[in-house]
């Protein structure tokens, strides 16, 4: 027996059942997924695109970004976050003080989670521009785009369709990294896996919804994905249809 009436059995404050408590926690990891990835693919692009340009400083300050965040523990930056950088930083410890735990809990997943997705984005974004022919860059410019606007509507545009699978696989990387917010104290839905799992020993049940939560969450990903690569495909590019 599956016991799935586990999950209409109120929690041991009376306020909510099981299975509401875990939706609780799915609500606070698409909230946290969704501003980290905002947030990545924003700072992602301009690192990408700097990377990309001939100016020695920000190569080098983009590279030595992405190379920090890239080698840093995931786990050891939400500690940094959380614990270490308010006890240095009067400024973010007066914040931390003033705001509820946890708002300040959620604002801190959303930025170590997305400074760490933007390095791995960034090297999705310097890759897409440096694939596409030089004549592209040449032929922006000799219409008379500034090298901005070269980037802005020659580049980019086609960079990203190239990237749109990575992008996916980064996306979906990004749902299943949340659950190490848990480790800061955010009710995500992990912390509500566990917390169920402690507290009721239907560990099964509990990791079991869980993973039908996440497999759910993860698919949309790749099926929404999959259609934007499908609506943007140039004919005859990059497997647009002909």
């Known amino acids: 027996m599956l016991g799935l009436g586990i999950f209409l059995e109120d929690t041991p404050d009376g306020d909510t059942t099981w299975g509401m408590s875990l939706l609780s926690g799915l609500e606070y990891t698409l909230l946290l997924v969704v501003c980290a990835w905002v947030i990545a693919m924003v700072l992602g692009s301009v690192l990408g695109v700097v990377r990309t340009t001939k100016h020695r400083f920000w ?4 590279n030595g970004y992405v190379e920090l965040f890239r080698n840093i523990p995931l786990l050891v930056q939400f500690f940094l976050w959380y614990f ?3 006890s240095v930083i009067p400024p973010l410890k007066r914040f931390a003080n003033a705001v509820d735990p946890g708002t300040f809990q ?13 390095a791995r984005i960034a090297e999705q974004v310097k890759s897409g521009i440096q ?3 030089r ?11 500034t090298p901005t606007q070269t980037y802005r509507y020659v580049l980019l545009p086609m960079a990203y369709r190239i990237i749109i699978p990575p992008l996916t696989s980064e996306s979906m990387n990004l749902v299943k990294n949340s659950a190490v917010a848990y480790s800061i ?10 917390e169920m799992g402690e507290m009721t020993f239907r560990y099964f049940a509990a990791f079991g919804a869980a993973t039908v939560l996440y497999v759910a969450v993860a698919f ?3 099926r929404i994905m999959a259609w934007v690569e499908r609506a943007t495909a140039v004919p005859g590019y990059m497997g647009g249809s002909k």
């Open 185 to 194: 104290g955010l009710t995500e839905l992990f912390f509500r896996t566990r």
């Open 106 to 118: 959620i604002l801190t997943a959303v930025v170590c989670l997305g400074l760490f997705t933007a």
């Open 84 to 86: 270490v950088l308010p």
């Open 135 to 145: 004549g592209q860059t040449f032929a922006g410019l000799a219409l008379g785009l």
């Open 220 to 222: 949309s990903i790749n």
């Open 59 to 62: 190569v080098m300050l983009g």
């Open 131 to 133: 694939s596409l022919p």
